[in-house]
């Protein structure tokens, strides 16, 4: 009879670990800390973090939110100096091997297996893994397609393949009175998202663009030449030209960005599926958007112009020097409670908008733009940028230049030869 009772205890156990990901086996009550770098899910996160403690009830999770313009190396690095860093710290990819001493080594969790393939490779240091991919996130030009098809008739996002097919549509737009597109002036969506495309762009072998990015310290590379840039920016000087705000183009906001796409005042926005949770706020009876690439082109069967930027933008890093065991082990809980707790699971998809970047993870956000995003990976028609090798100060100071840019301050020439300078400074 106490062999039955043991084996029975001994299954239920198994039931519970196998249930939530991992046991959390403390009696006592854990707090730990998680710092965000996603403000626009922040509302959310703090739900998420109720939920979870619900199936954990020895185990709280403060939110600690970065400032708008803060970037995460900045507050993070605070943190650190003050003796106070977070059990889980939300950063950027280019972060985590600047931080890695102070982190987790991850690798013998069992979610290391179910990563999709490539999202663990720039965590991952001399075999080590030190984070866990928290987002698969995407960008390009979000479109309103309700807003396009009143205007000019059925609209095929897969028409676009080309600067010429999508300045074409723009004047078609325009000629119906509709303002084809906005550009936010926001030095992370300039510095971190739009110009990196040309670092991608450079090839479709990931190697080659490593090393395209060693020859920029090296001042190797002359960017006033380079034609992938000068495409690049030949389409920006398009859009600019279309801009809502090409009047006042750095007066513009993210939540501007939104209402105006949602409102159906312009019919195209340079963003990311992050924005749709302001998107439908704004306008929740529109629920017809996608992605087109940002074309740098008028070839149509180059492959950056019919594919979009897609990887893991968001990383999960476990702090060792200021908080306990306890407190890991709590951290590691709640990761595993995101992977493979069906409660978990619907909490971090459904109730963030997030793609997972795990393939037990079956379900997917239910918003348009994330779907658009799998329905590019689904088709093999994205890239990724290079953000594991770029410097934790590139989306400020670049960011600022195309700010410059944007606003006529700056020519092409000089704004190349910023950048050319600032790669030869960069640590």
């Not at 999709?116 to 390009?140: I, R, S």
């Not at 990015?213 to 840039?229: E, H, M, S, T, Y």
């Not at 439908?280 to 529109?286: A, L, M, S």
């Amino acid at each position: 009879m106490k062999c039955k009772r043991l084996l029975i205890s001994i299954f239920l156990v198994l039931f519970l670990i196998n249930l939530g990901g991992g046991l959390f086996a403390s009696s006592t009550k854990v707090k730990i800390t998680f710092m965000s770098t996603k403000g626009e899910i922040n509302p959310q996160l703090e739900e998420v973090f109720k939920n979870f403690s619900k199936d954990y009830p020895n185990i709280t999770v403060e939110l600690i939110p970065v400032g708008a313009g803060q970037s995460p190396f900045e507050k993070l690095s605070t943190m650190y100096a003050s003796g106070n860093a977070p059990t889980i710290a939300m950063i950027d990819p280019n972060d985590v091997g600047k931080f890695k001493d102070n982190f987790l080594d991850l690798s013998n969790e069992k979610w290391t297996k179910d990563a999709l393939k490539g999202v663990l490779d720039d965590v991952t240091f001399e075999g080590k893994v030190y984070a866990f991919p928290f987002a698969l996130e995407g960008y390009g030009l979000i479109y309103n397609k309700q807003l396009i098809e009143k205007a000019v008739g059925k609209f095929d996002p897969n028409t676009i393949r080309t600067r010429f097919s999508l300045e074409r549509l723009f004047k078609n737009l325009e000629a119906k009175k509709v303002t084809p597109v906005v550009i936010s002036p926001l030095d992370w969506s300039l510095g971190a998202h739009f110009i990196t495309i040309a670092y991608a762009a450079q090839s479709r072998d990931y190697g080659t663009v490593k090393k395209f990015i060693a020859d920029l310290r090296a001042g190797k590379v002359d960017l006033v030449n380079n034609k992938v840039f000068n495409d690049l920016l030949d389409t920006f000087d398009m859009l600019r030209k279309y801009n809502y705000l090409k009047d006042s183009p750095l007066a513009g906001t993210y939540e501007q960005g939104a209402q105006l796409l949602a409102q159906d005042k312009v019919a195209f926005w340079f963003m990311g599926n992050w924005a749709w949770p302001l998107i439908e706020e704004v306008n929740p009876k529109n629920r017809d958007y996608g992605f087109v690439p940002v074309p740098l082109d008028n070839n149509p069967n180059n492959f950056f112009n019919r594919s979009i930027v897609a990887l893991p933008t968001k990383m999960l890093c476990i702090d060792t020097k200021n908080n306990s065991k306890e407190q890991q082990e709590a951290a590691k809980t709640l990761l595993n409670w995101f992977v493979y707790n069906e409660n978990g699971q619907k909490n971090w998809v459904y109730g963030l908008n997030i793609i997972a970047p795990f393939s037990n993870v079956k379900i997917t956000p239910n918003d348009p733009l994330a779907k658009s995003i799998v329905e590019y990976a689904k088709a093999g028609r994205t890239f990724k940028i290079p953000y594991a090798i770029l410097p934790s100060d590139h989306w400020p100071i670049i960011g600022a230049y195309m700010q410059k840019y944007l606003a006529g301050r700056m020519d092409r020439k000089q704004l190349l030869t910023e950048i050319m300078n600032y790669w030869t400074k960069a640590k």
